[in-house]
């Protein structure tokens, strides 16, 4: 029998290995818009400190996915919940949200310490505006952006700028981050640090990530699911083979 939130191809921890704790899980949801429908029985239960990379074609889903964990977006039907280590139900947790590029407005007036400042909004703990700028400080060294603190979003380069982004969504320490194609646009270099940093963050944060590229993913990731207007969890030992 199918568990609620448990695809029957589910890799979570309890699933796999009889281990593991939820985090969160979807459960039968679907998802229309205009009367067409974009996600149909989705189930899926994400571990805690789970690297989910998520693939499929263009149009399939994988935004719409991540909205809806996020609150974004309301399904039609079924449920999302959200769990604390002791498995009991808890409140959407803080989540980090790296958006696709296009989804920015780089000219918006704004410089790159005010937009990793942002990311402190909403949090439950008030701090001190000293304290503030120093973990600021802090992730902008994270990111290599230490002297850019000052200049405009809108006169970066797309690196950096994904860069800030970055440091943006992990500046509170959320629980989860969710990333939507964050290596598009990237040079080479601004791509490894990109992976560093993911690397730096693996077992600490849970991390979902719409992705087309598996191959460094591949390495970091322990679960990859294919999403394309329905969810499907490969199982496979290997996600990702280079070409001779």
């Known amino acids: 029998m199918k568990l609620p939130g448990h695809s029957p191809a589910c890799r979570c921890g309890h699933c796999h290995n009889g281990q593991g704790s939820p985090l969160f899980s979807l459960s039968d949801i679907s998802y229309s818009r205009e009367r067409r429908p974009i996600l149909v029985d989705i189930n899926l239960t994400v571990d805690i400190g789970d690297f989910i990379a998520i693939t499929g074609p263009n149009g399939g889903g994988k935004t719409t996915l991540l909205r809806l964990i996020l609150g974004l977006a309301a399904p039609d039907s079924g449920n999302i919940s959200f769990y604390a280590s002791d498995g009991s139900r808890i409140q959407r947790p803080r989540i980090g949200y790296l958006p696709q590029k296009s989804a920015v407005d780089s000219h918006f007036p704004i410089t790159v310490g005010e937009?990793?400042?942002?990311?402190?909004?909403?949090?439950?703990?008030?701090?001190?505006?000293?304290?503030?700028?120093?973990?600021?400080?802090?992730?902008?060294?994270?990111?290599?952006?230490?002297?850019?603190?000052?200049?405009?979003?809108?006169?970066?380069?797309?690196?950096?700028?994904?860069?800030?982004?970055?440091?943006?969504?992990?500046?509170?320490?959320?629980?989860?981050?969710?990333?939507?194609?964050?290596?598009?646009?990237?040079?080479?270099?601004?791509?490894?640090?990109?992976?560093?940093?993911?690397?730096?963050?693996?077992?600490?944060?849970?991390?979902?990530?719409?992705?087309?590229?598996?191959?460094?993913?591949?390495?970091?990731?322990?679960?990859?699911?294919?999403?394309?207007?329905?969810?499907?969890?490969?199982?496979?030992?290997?996600?990702?083979?280079?070409?001779?």
């Open 115 to 244: 937009v990793v400042a942002s990311g402190l909004l909403g949090t439950k703990t008030a701090l001190a505006k000293s304290r503030k700028k120093e973990i600021v400080e802090q992730e902008l060294l994270r990111v290599g952006l230490e002297d850019l603190a000052d200049r405009a979003i809108g006169k970066l380069s797309g690196g950096q700028l994904q860069r800030a982004l970055l440091a943006r969504a992990i500046v509170s320490r959320p629980a989860v981050l969710a990333l939507d194609e964050p290596l598009s646009y990237l040079d080479s270099v601004s791509e490894d640090r990109f992976y560093t940093i993911l690397e730096s963050l693996r077992g600490n944060t849970t991390i979902l990530l719409v992705t087309h590229q598996m191959s460094r993913v591949a390495a970091m990731a322990n679960r990859h699911v294919i999403v394309d207007h329905t969810l499907r969890e490969c199982t496979a030992t290997v996600h990702y083979r280079p070409e001779d």
